[in-house]
């Protein structure tokens, strides 16, 4: 009994429970369905309100529309409107008016912008007169950067190329993104494996550079051997082997050898275009700005520039990138090696005012200033003096002032000594090209590194007559044989000249023929004529010494030449041409053995002036000063050509 009283009283509990549960969730949902009626209500008046709200804001502003006065217009007598229209026409256009200009402007940079204007959209007259006063303004820094910033590229590379401008007009241009944190190796692998190989036009020695940069040096810089080495590392079959440890070589070296495989492909049109378009321009900024005291690696960064700059659609890219900026201050340089490719770049890419261009291999020692043309007219008539070296020499080098002591690095300190000519045919003749003589240096090895990287397909395969059809061609591109034109060679430069000579002579090409006919003189520094002694040498010791064609070329009484002699003189006596040739008479010593190259019955080519004098082979080029005789001769030839081409004599 008081267990069935006990279920009841728990069915009582739990029906109870259930009860109170039953009406708080009903009363939950009903309070919940009351407040989405309410959230609904307060929605629907709060728009009502807004509505209401908008169309009061509208009627508010039709009526405070209503409300404001019009405009109330008073007439003005015809002769205050007329003046009025007047003066609003003139500010259409300030520029066409002085008064606008001179409130636009402050006193003093009037005429400069003035100047600017001219320089950036004159006709060509007008264009060279405003660049060179444009090269003459003295400003501050901040009036010459605003004025550097809105050059056009004309006039950036005329100022760039006009003697003694001031350098703030060039404002240096910031690498980008993309090659600021990149390395330089890395870039320059990148950069040589894009350019094609396969082409016809390249030549053996392009492809043995570019394999040497790539396998010899890329792969042996720092960081590849650290990452080689790690590799290999991984895949020995015990870590306590250990290999030998290679060399590795230092990132100037590399860049050298890159920036030299580089040169050769620069000398191939398609090449050229491969390197604009990729990262070569800023990759060459930041190597400059990475080594900026290595005069070798800016040399060869200027010469690539000169080869990029023959194709006009190329100007632009190298504008862009800052390069007219960086060439302006390279060609201020007093290192030869850094201003003379320098300012054969400017000067190709200024060939619209420059008129000629120069193709690899062709230097223009001189004059440097833009606005002398050299067009042979009336106001720009002159001569042109063209300097050929010999076998292992260049323009770099070659025509130095005689060093006694053989104490002068030719290659690092070519320029910048008080007192010494490392390039006496630019300096001592500096006063008479900026008016009416042009000097112009050949570098017939237009593979070869100046520095040992020689290739060696390059003195095995290119013989005399190559040589000089190769030259001419790039001579007569210089405009060199428009007007009277001296040449001077030594050794086999001097033969060099001779074949261009006589070819020119007996071609149909009418631009050829007046080549021949306007050389007035040539000067020949020991040129072997009839061959050279190395011939009676052992011929095992002979071709050690002199592993070339040229030399191979050079037998004593050998017929070819016998016969090019023949010719020569020939052509000297049908054009009146004046020679005068100096023979050595001092042995040379080379790698331990004294030499005599030129015996004098060799040098002296039997026609013309012929004077012995006591130098050897390397010197006979190289005047110890001004009086010496080697220069004196060549000296008076020139001034005597400079007085027959004056128009106003004759």
């Given at each position: 009994?008081?267990?069935?009283?006990?279920?009841?009283?728990?069915?009582?509990?739990?029906?109870a429970a259930i009860g109170t549960?039953?009406?708080?969730?009903?009363?939950?949902?009903?309070?919940?369905?009351?407040?989405?009626?309410?959230?609904?209500?307060?929605?629907?008046?709060?728009?009502?309100?807004?509505?209401?709200?908008?169309?009061?804001?509208?009627?508010?502003?039709?009526?405070?529309?209503?409300?404001?006065?019009?405009?109330?217009?008073?007439?003005?007598?015809?002769?205050?409107?007329?003046?009025?229209?007047?003066?609003?026409?003139?500010?259409?256009?300030?520029?066409?008016?002085?008064?606008?200009?001179?409130?636009?402007?402050?006193?003093?940079?009037?005429?400069?912008?003035?100047?600017?204007?001219?320089?950036?959209?004159?006709?060509?007259?007008?264009?060279?007169?405003?660049?060179?006063?444009?090269?003459?303004?003295?400003?501050?820094?901040?009036?010459?950067?605003?004025?550097?910033?809105?050059?056009?590229?004309?006039?950036?590379?005329?100022?760039?190329?006009?003697?003694?401008?001031?350098?703030?007009?060039?404002?240096?241009?910031?690498?980008?993104?993309?090659?600021?944190?990149?390395?330089?190796?890395?870039?320059?692998?990148?950069?040589?494996?894009?350019?094609?190989?396969?082409?016809?036009?390249?030549?053996?020695?392009?492809?043995?550079?570019?394999?040497?940069?790539?396998?010899?040096?890329?792969?042996?810089?720092?960081?590849?051997?650290?990452?080689?080495?790690?590799?290999?590392?991984?895949?020995?079959?015990?870590?306590?082997?250990?290999?030998?440890?290679?060399?590795?070589?230092?990132?100037?070296?590399?860049?050298?050898?890159?920036?030299?495989?580089?040169?050769?492909?620069?000398?191939?049109?398609?090449?050229?275009?491969?390197?604009?378009?990729?990262?070569?321009?800023?990759?060459?900024?930041?190597?400059?700005?990475?080594?900026?005291?290595?005069?070798?690696?800016?040399?060869?960064?200027?010469?690539?520039?000169?080869?990029?700059?023959?194709?006009?659609?190329?100007?632009?890219?190298?504008?862009?990138?800052?390069?007219?900026?960086?060439?302006?201050?390279?060609?201020?340089?007093?290192?030869?090696?850094?201003?003379?490719?320098a300012t054969k770049a400017l000067?190709?890419?200024?060939?619209?005012?420059?008129?000629?261009?120069?193709?690899?291999?062709?230097?223009?020692?001189?004059?440097?200033?833009?606005?002398?043309?050299?067009?042979?007219?009336?106001?720009?008539?002159?001569?042109?003096?063209?300097?050929?070296?010999?076998?292992?020499?260049?323009?770099?080098?070659?025509?130095?002032?005689?060093?006694?002591?053989?104490?002068?690095?030719?290659?690092?300190?070519?320029?910048?000594?008080?007192?010494?000519?490392?390039?006496?045919?630019?300096?001592?003749?500096?006063?008479?090209?900026?008016?009416?003589?042009?000097?112009?240096?050949?570098?017939?090895?237009?593979?070869?590194?100046?520095?040992?990287?020689?290739?060696?397909?390059?003195?095995?395969?290119?013989?005399?007559?190559?040589?000089?059809?190769?030259?001419?061609?790039?001579?007569?591109?210089?405009?060199?044989?428009?007007?009277?034109?001296?040449?001077?060679?030594?050794?086999?430069?001097?033969?060099?000249?001779?074949?261009?000579?006589?070819?020119?002579?007996?071609?149909?090409?009418?631009?050829?023929?007046?080549?021949?006919?306007?050389?007035?003189?040539?000067?020949?520094?020991?040129?072997?004529?009839?061959?050279?002694?190395?011939?009676?040498?052992?011929?095992?010791?002979?071709?050690?010494?002199?592993?070339?064609?040229?030399?191979?070329?050079?037998?004593?009484?050998?017929?070819?030449?016998?016969?090019?002699?023949t010719y020569f003189k020939q052509?000297?006596?049908?054009?009146?041409?004046?020679?005068?040739?100096?023979?050595?008479?001092?042995?040379?010593?080379?790698?331990?053995?004294?030499?005599?190259?030129?015996?004098?019955?060799?040098?002296?080519?039997?026609?013309?002036?012929?004077?012995?004098?006591?130098?050897?082979?390397?010197?006979?080029?190289?005047?110890?000063?001004?009086?010496?005789?080697?220069?004196?001769?060549?000296?008076?030839?020139?001034?005597?050509?400079?007085?027959?081409?004056?128009?106003?004599?004759?």
């Amino acid at each position: 009994m008081e267990r069935k009283f006990a279920q009841v009283t728990k069915n009582k509990k739990m029906f109870a429970a259930i009860g109170t549960s039953s009406v708080v969730v009903s009363s939950g949902l009903l309070a919940w369905q009351v407040y989405q009626v309410y959230q609904v209500q307060c929605q629907v008046q709060q728009q009502q309100e807004e509505a209401q709200n908008n169309l009061s804001c509208h009627q508010l502003h039709q009526q405070v529309e209503q409300q404001v006065p019009k405009p109330q217009y008073i007439p003005m007598p015809q002769n205050i409107l007329d003046s009025i229209n007047q003066f609003e026409e003139m500010k259409l256009s300030p520029l066409e008016t002085k008064e606008d200009l001179k409130a636009m402007l402050p006193r003093h940079l009037r005429r400069a912008w003035r100047l600017l204007d001219q320089a950036n959209r004159g006709e060509y007259e007008q264009h060279l007169k405003a660049v060179r006063e444009l090269s003459r303004l003295k400003l501050t820094d901040g009036e010459m950067v605003q004025l550097a910033q809105s050059c056009a590229m004309r006039t950036a590379v005329g100022l760039a190329r006009t003697e003694g401008v001031d350098l703030r007009y060039f404002v240096p241009v910031p690498l980008p993104p993309s090659v600021v944190d990149r390395e330089i190796v890395d870039m320059f692998r990148e950069i040589l494996v894009q350019l094609p190989s396969g082409s016809a036009e390249l030549h053996d020695c392009i492809r043995y550079f570019t394999n040497t940069a790539l396998d010899q040096y890329l792969i042996n810089s720092d960081d590849q051997i650290i990452d080689n080495d790690i590799s290999e590392g991984f895949h020995r079959d015990s870590h306590h082997i250990k290999s030998i440890p290679r060399p590795s070589i230092n990132q100037e070296t590399i860049i050298e050898h890159c920036l030299q495989a580089l040169l050769s492909h620069s000398t191939v049109s398609d090449q050229c275009t491969v390197l604009v378009t990729s990262l070569a321009l800023p990759l060459f900024s930041k190597v400059v700005l990475t080594h900026p005291n290595n005069p070798r690696i800016k040399s060869l960064v200027g010469q690539i520039m000169s080869n990029l700059s023959l194709n006009p659609a190329h100007h632009l890219p190298l504008y862009k990138s800052g390069w007219v900026a960086t060439l302006a201050r390279w060609k201020a340089s007093p290192n030869l090696l850094v201003s003379l490719p320098a300012t054969k770049a400017l000067a190709n890419m200024d060939v619209d005012y420059g008129v000629h261009s120069f193709m690899p291999g062709i230097y223009l020692l001189g004059p440097q200033d833009r606005h002398v043309q050299h067009r042979n007219n009336l106001s720009n008539w002159g001569v042109d003096v063209v300097f050929v070296h010999g076998l292992w020499g260049g323009v770099f080098y070659t025509w130095r002032q005689q060093d006694k002591d053989n104490v002068r690095d030719c290659v690092t300190e070519v320029g910048g000594e008080e007192g010494y000519s490392y390039c006496w045919p630019r300096d001592w003749l500096e006063e008479d090209c900026k008016d009416h003589v042009r000097v112009l240096g050949c570098d017939f090895d237009t593979y070869l590194s100046q520095w040992g990287n020689n290739c060696p397909t390059q003195s095995y395969k290119q013989n005399l007559e190559e040589r000089s059809e190769d030259m001419l061609a790039k001579l007569v591109q210089a405009g060199v044989g428009t007007r009277p034109v001296i040449f001077v060679g030594h050794s086999m430069g001097g033969l060099i000249i001779k074949k261009m000579l006589v070819s020119a002579q007996t071609s149909e090409d009418s631009n050829l023929l007046q080549f021949a006919n306007n050389t007035k003189g040539v000067v020949f520094y020991s040129t072997p004529h009839e061959g050279s002694q190395i011939a009676k040498m052992n011929s095992v010791v002979k071709y050690f010494f002199f592993p070339s064609v040229e030399v191979q070329e050079l037998e004593m009484d050998s017929p070819a030449l016998l016969e090019l002699n023949t010719y020569f003189k020939q052509f000297v006596e049908k054009f009146k041409t004046r020679v005068i040739s100096f023979g050595e008479t001092v042995p040379t010593r080379h790698m331990g053995v004294d030499l005599t190259f030129v015996p004098p019955e060799s040098s002296n080519p039997g026609v013309g002036e012929f004077l012995t004098v006591p130098f050897n082979h390397m010197d006979i080029c190289k005047p110890e000063s001004r009086k010496s005789i080697l220069f004196r001769k060549f000296y008076n030839l020139l001034w005597d050509c400079v007085d027959e081409a004056m128009p106003f004599v004759q």
